[in-house]
């Protein structure tokens, strides 16, 4: 069994307090893992506009008891209380990630402005977002991020053909079954993407059949696969504070069952692009989630 742990940094008080304690637990279990770090403001408390947009996303908020997951300066950044900076608020826990082996990524400048606009802000928009995240990661690191992880697993074709056009070894922009080349406007692009393939914890939290930490520990070791790469995001938010040693409960039953934990990074070099299907992107919907994601469309057929 493959798993590939992608953690996605989406406020700063996920970068401040729960990326180091996710770091030191996976550090101690000896457990390889990818970090994605939103590199501008902390606007967290934009995305309550949600709730007049994203059917679903006000329930959402209660399911998963969101303030106290999140606490009230988060909620309120942006709004009521002035947004913070992220990462640069905290270069040295970025550099330490890398120091200590984890592989470290983009996902995005703008966290709320990605999600909740990307349609909205246009190409130079899209480009905009991204020059200011690229360009913040290397002053941090002092090399360029060869990675990206769109917020909110959303996308668009401007997004796509941008980040194709920079290069990079993949992305891990969609929810998906395995990796895959993006179609746009019947063009294959040259990056491959990564999809997540597993649900995250918020978008389970609360239902009524997993009512302990017990029952979604063996929610995800039923989910996964045993012949497959099985892509698992987590957010430094969640699983690096309020749900930490459930998460780390999962991690040792995953290790129980001889479980091999790898970065995307190891993913992407061994992957041979000609052999990869090559799929549409689509917009669809999942269970426990507010509005529109990406998602691994329908593949290709190739001409006879």
Known sequence: MEVALKIDVDTHQGLELGVPRLAAMLESEGVAASFYVSMGPDNSGRAILRVFRNRGFLAKMFRTKAVSMYGTRTVLSGTLLPSRPIALSFPEIIRDLKARGFEVGVHGYDHVRWQDHLDDIG??????????????????????????????????????????????????????????????????????????????????????????????????????????????????????????????????????????????????????????????????????????????????????
């Open 123 to 304: 190409e130079a928009g899209v480009r905009n977002e991204l020059e200011d995240a690229f360009e913040a990661y290397r002053a941090i690191l002092g090399e360029p991020s060869r990675s990206f992880a769109a917020p909110g697993w959303r996308t668009n074709n401007e997004a796509l053909i941008a980040l194709d056009a920079m290069g990079l070894d993949y992305r891990s922009d969609t929810r998906g079954i395995a990796p895959y080349q993006c179609v746009v406007e019947g063009q294959v692009l040259a990056t491959p993407e990564i999809p997540t393939t597993l649900p995250t914890l918020d978008e389970v939290m609360g239902r009524r059949d997993l009512s302990d930490d017990d029952a979604v520990r063996e929610f995800y070791l039923g989910l996964c696969k045993p012949d497959a790469l099985n892509v698992h995001t987590i957010h430094a938010e969640t699983e690096g504070m309020g749900q930490l040693e459930s998460f780390t409960a999962l991690i040792r039953a995953l290790k129980e069952r001889e479980a091999t934990f790898v970065q995307l990074r190891e993913v992407s070099r061994r992957m041979n692009r000609a052999e990869l299907p090559a799929c549409e992107v689509i917009r669809s919907t999942l269970p426990g989630r507010a509005g529109w994601i990406s998602a691994q469309g329908p593949a290709r057929v190739p001409p006879e």
